[in-house]
Nanobody, 128 residues
Framework: QVQLVESGGGMVQAGDSLRLSCAASGRPFSSYVMAWFRQAPGKEREYVAGIKWTAGSTNYADSVKGRFTISRDTAKNTVYLQMNSLNPEETAVYYC?????????????????????WGQGTQVSVSS
């Protein structure tokens, strides 16, 4: 059983930065892909970024490339999402997700249905 707990959300202004954290527990994550998704009111949950736990290989949605950075601290069992230059359209609940995967191709897993475990989400609100 995988448990994921997000933190770090809040209210910021357009152009500000925010770092989200996802504390993972429950089992070894060496063969896992971890990802961040977000869901705005009335919209579908969308992929933001993913990372292979062991290899550290990453993948990003086009909309966040160059502004967001996903990383992990294997000693702390924590995944991070550094978000820079936020804009109001990125107001959403941000979710951490995990799935088991032997491979290292992170870009293969970008749909919410691909992921087995989810956190409760953390709200990010960006004002103009």
């Amino acid at each position: 059983q995988v448990q994921l707990v997000e933190s770090g959300g809040g209210m910021v202004q357009a152009g500000d930065s925010l770092r989200l954290s996802c504390a993972a527990s429950g089992r070894p994550f060496s063969s896992y892909v971890m990802a961040w998704f977000r869901q705005a009111p009335g919209k579908e949950r969308e992929y933001v970024a993913g990372i292979k736990w062991t290899a550290g290989s990453t993948n990003y949605a086009d909309s966040v490339k160059g502004r967001f950075t996903i990383s992990r601290d294997t000693a702390k069992n924590t995944v991070y999402l550094q978000m820079n230059s936020l804009n109001p359209e990125e107001t959403a609940v941000y979710y951490c997700a995990a799935r088991f995967s032997f491979g290292t191709v992170v870009s293969r897993w970008i749909s919410p249905v691909d992921f087995e475990s989810w956190g409760q989400g953390t709200q990010v609100s960006v004002s103009s």
